[in-house]
């Protein structure tokens, strides 16, 4: 029998909630399927950082590297620890060291769920490149608490990764739609922008099965209300993907429904799954938090993989429970109601 090792780092606030209940699904499809998941737990969070002066050890990543993949929940509690700290201490070091450049982010709406437009024929699947651009952490504050303040952001733009996150995009057009939407902002950004969208231009010649539509982002964002499903593969920058899966989230009926991967494309270092809610603090420990989002990153992970069948027997086990109306209204089911009816559904 074939075990893949899986890290767990349930971190904040739902993120244990959510996590417990995809690590069941994950361990009763990877039964089914034939296959064994073996899981190692990483207390790795805000309380962590409380107690250590560290979001994580400062040998987490290489302890992390020995593992196939890993399943995050989330990061973050802003009343006990700023976010800039939690996330460049925990997410943003991981995603870095791993080269998890390609963030693959689906939207869609799933059987029972009632999202807020008209339209629900979509299926956007968005990339966001994930390792550098507007997060680069390049920059710095001077005079700081003085009328003189400066403060210093710059996004970092390399060729090799802005070449690299289209490519795959284009990848993933040619698998799917044959569609790509390119999103940029090169009509106020003319350095950094214009360069993304002169990239893209020379790699469609290497596609000419891919249809490539160059947007700035204040259109994309009107058109993912508009005329969501004339989109299909959305490629942008770290900022720009963010801001647009936000958008995803909420038309696909809100970031219970959102998941998410941080891919390492060739493979070399390990990939992390996590869905895109966060910790929410404010209902943590109630037990109302949807572990959907995390139970579909959890599909996302055995896909990548290689274990497709159980992968899509997750995603039926879903689509089954949203269907019948458990778990397809925010608040309505509690989380080990839905997390129950998923796990029926598998068989």
Request: glycine residues 10%; hydrophobic residues 45%.
């Amino acid at each position: 029998m074939k075990t893949y090792k899986i890290a767990l780092l349930p971190g904040d606030g739902i993120g244990r909630d959510v996590t417990a209940a995809a690590w069941a699904v994950l361990e009763k499809a990877a039964r089914l399927n034939g296959f064994s998941l073996d899981a190692t737990s990483y207390p790795w969070s805000c309380d962590y950082y409380l107690e250590n002066g560290s979001m994580m050890p400062g040998d987490g990543i290489e302890t992390l590297r020995s593992f196939d993949a890993i399943l995050l929940g989330a990061v973050g509690w802003p009343r006990k620890v700023p976010d800039s700290v939690s996330l460049h201490g925990l997410l943003l070091p991981i995603r870095k060291a791993f080269v998890q450049y390609a963030n693959i982010r689906p939207h869609r709406l799933l059987p029972g769920v009632q999202g807020p437009l008209r339209a629900d024929g979509f299926d956007i699947l968005c990339i966001r490149e994930n390792t550098e651009g507007e997060y680069s952490g390049a920059g710095g504050r001077v005079h700081q608490g003085t009328d003189n303040e400066v403060a210093v952001e710059t996004s970092i733009f390399t060729r090799m990764g802005v070449e690299r996150i289209l490519r795959f995009g284009f990848e993933q057009a040619r698998a799917r739609s044959g569609k790509l939407a390119s999103v940029t902002k090169s009509n106020a950004q003319k350095y950094s922008m214009v360069f993304w969208d002169e990239v893209t231009q020379r790699l469609s010649a290497e596609y000419p099965d891919v249809e490539v539509t160059s947007y700035h982002i204040d259109a994309m964002a009107a058109r993912m209300v508009m005329a969501p499903d004339s989109l299909d593969v959305v490629v942008a920058s770290n900022l720009f993907g963010d801001i647009l899966t936000d958008l995803g989230a909420a038309i696909q009926g809100g970031l219970g429904f959102a998941a998410s991967a941080n891919i390492n494309p060739d493979r070399s270092a390990p990939s992390m799954f996590e869905p895109v809610h966060g910790s929410a603090p404010d209902i943590a420990d109630l037990g109302i938090a949807n572990p959907i989002a995390a139970i579909w990153s959890g599909a996302m992970m055995l896909e990548h993989l290689g274990e497709e069948a159980a992968a899509a027997r997750v995603m039926a086990s879903i689509e089954a429970t949203t269907a019948r109306g458990i778990g397809a209204i925010a608040g309505k089911d509690k989380t080990d109601a839905i997390t129950a009816s998923v796990l029926s559904a598998l068989g």
